[in-house]
């Protein structure tokens, strides 16, 4: 499944609203064969207004969505057509997962979607069997190029076009032993991973701060270095200056420790001061 939406704010959500217009999904069957494909355009009701980003991104116009049905109707038609039968919802990278949530939690006020029974994540699994570069995402143009999958006829950052971009990079990487490593079944401690909302901690003594997230060597003589005052916390991070007692070169340290959902995520880095060049020295000259 893919999901195109429009960020807004929103007095009712409390906050920024990502409200889903557009839902596009493609089936498969055990043997990764196309059995049938979704579509449904969306009314948007927080804001009737899309933003730039959405329509340059997409394409899709208001004009568009104005005889687009609603999200509870787009949810009764979606379920009807999975039937029931157990399924896997499969999405590139969880984005667009955590989006249908917050769109649950919005329009049914609740977080558990009735027809979801397993899900993994396509990009995830297929980043897994494939060579990238190190630090970066595949992206699913990127894999239909690697993988020589022909999309020539869709568009890309369209929900149906998208969808069945997924479904044919996932048919031709499935391995079902390698797959069922990725599959979450929706239990209730799937969706606490889906609720939980990252966090930046702020107190350097709390105790997923461990020693060595604050600890640097020195850069030139790989000494220990020992903070010149107390750490500080300032815009998400933890700041300190340091010296090197072997070789007085300064620096600025820097870490940032996220908590997550099933980690502690640090962001370390050490800077060095340079140190500011002499003025030169003024000689006045005397009268003769």
């Given at each position: 499944m893919?999901?195109?939406?429009?960020?807004?704010?929103?007095?009712k959500?409390?906050?920024y609203?990502?409200?889903?217009?557009?839902?596009?999904a493609?089936?498969?069957?055990?043997?990764?064969?196309?059995?049938?494909g979704?579509?449904?355009?969306?009314r948007?009701?927080?804001?009737?207004?899309?933003?730039?980003?959405?329509?340059d991104?997409?394409?899709i116009?208001?004009d568009?969505?104005k005889?687009?049905v609603?999200f509870?109707?787009?949810?009764?038609?979606?379920?009807?057509?999975?039937?029931?039968?157990?399924?896997?919802?499969?999405?590139w990278?969880?984005?667009?997962?955590?989006?249908?949530?917050?769109?649950?939690?919005?329009?049914?006020?609740?977080t558990?979607?009735?027809?979801l029974?397993?899900?993994?994540d396509?990009?995830?699994y297929?980043q897994?069997?494939?060579?990238?570069?190190?630090?970066?995402?595949?992206?699913?143009?990127?894999?239909?190029?690697m993988?020589?999958?022909?999309?020539d006829?869709l568009?890309?950052?369209?929900?149906?076009d998208?969808?069945?971009?997924?479904?044919?990079?996932?048919?031709?990487?499935y391995?079902?032993?390698?797959?069922a490593?990725f599959?979450?079944?929706a239990?209730?401690?799937?969706?606490?991973?889906?609720?939980?909302?990252?966090?930046?901690i702020?107190?350097?003594?709390?105790?997923?701060?461990?020693r060595?997230?604050?600890?640097f060597?020195?850069?030139?003589?790989h000494?220990?270095?020992?903070?010149?005052?107390?750490?500080?916390?300032?815009?998400?991070?933890?700041f300190?200056?340091?010296?090197?007692?072997?070789?007085?070169?300064?620096?600025?340290?820097r870490?940032q420790i996220k908590?997550?959902?099933?980690c502690?995520?640090?962001k370390?880095?050490?800077?060095?001061?340079?140190?500011?060049?002499a003025?030169?020295?003024?000689i006045t000259q005397?009268?003769?």
């Amino acid at each position: 499944m893919d999901l195109e939406w429009n960020g807004s704010w929103s007095k009712k959500a409390h906050g920024y609203f990502n409200e889903i217009i557009e839902i596009g999904a493609t089936m498969l069957d055990e043997n990764m064969q196309k059995l049938s494909g979704f579509h449904a355009m969306i009314r948007p009701v927080v804001s009737k207004k899309l933003t730039n980003l959405v329509t340059d991104l997409t394409g899709i116009e208001a004009d568009e969505l104005k005889d687009g049905v609603s999200f509870e109707q787009a949810m009764a038609q979606l379920t009807k057509w999975i039937g029931n039968d157990e399924t896997v919802l499969l999405t590139w990278s969880n984005t667009d997962l955590l989006v249908l949530v917050e769109n649950y939690r919005y329009f049914f006020h609740q977080t558990h979607i009735p027809w979801l029974h397993s899900y993994a994540d396509a990009q995830a699994y297929c980043q897994s069997l494939v060579e990238c570069e190190k630090g970066h995402q595949l992206g699913l143009s990127r894999a239909c190029e690697m993988l020589d999958i022909s999309h020539d006829e869709l568009t890309a950052h369209r929900a149906q076009d998208d969808s069945e971009m997924t479904a044919r990079v996932v048919a031709k990487l499935y391995d079902a032993e390698k797959f069922a490593a990725f599959l979450q079944p929706a239990n209730q401690e799937f969706y606490k991973w889906l609720t939980f909302k990252p966090y930046v901690i702020k107190d350097i003594h709390d105790p997923s701060v461990k020693r060595g997230y604050l600890s640097f060597r020195c850069t030139a003589c790989h000494r220990r270095l020992r903070p010149k005052k107390d750490w500080k916390f300032f815009n998400q991070h933890f700041f300190a200056e340091m010296q090197c007692t072997g070789c007085n070169k300064e620096y600025t340290a820097r870490v940032q420790i996220k908590q997550k959902f099933d980690c502690v995520a640090v962001k370390r880095k050490l800077t060095e001061k340079v140190p500011k060049p002499a003025e030169p020295e003024t000689i006045t000259q005397g009268e003769n």
